[in-house]
């Protein structure tokens, strides 16, 4: 096993060999490491495993990344909490809904012979 530290942006996500890895907005501004052990990738935060994910990479090709010394360490107690800010939707964007919409209708006329 090998593990790398990372930075985590305000998105929630963290670089690794190229790749974005979606590491949760819990996360987010705050230094983790990880740890890649085969085809699995374990985060790790504040000595708690806090995710573990599927690899985007496999393991020998990061260079930055140094044998990993101590035992995975336990998950994290319980559930995790997130409280999140979403912005207001704009309901119409200026126009009615199409079921609130007034449409024309078109009839044929029967072609004269």
Same mark, same amino acid.
């Given at each position: ?81 997130? #409280? ?23 009839? #044929? ?5």
């Amino acid at each position: 096993m090998i593990e790398v530290d990372r930075a985590v942006d305000g998105d929630g996500t963290a670089d690794l060999g190229g790749h974005r890895l979606k590491v949760g907005p819990e996360l987010a501004r705050r230094r983790v490491t990880l740890r890649l052990d085969g085809h699995l990738v374990h985060v790790i935060s504040g000595g708690v495993l806090a995710k573990t994910l599927p690899s985007p990479i496999p393991a020998g090709t990061l260079r930055s990344a140094r044998i990993a010394a101590a035992p995975l360490p336990p998950p994290a107690p319980g559930p995790v909490s997130v #409280q999140r800010k979403v912005p207001p939707r704009r309901r119409h964007h200026g126009h009615p809904p199409a079921a609130a919409r007034r449409c024309r209708l078109l009839r #044929q006329q029967p072609f004269a012979s």
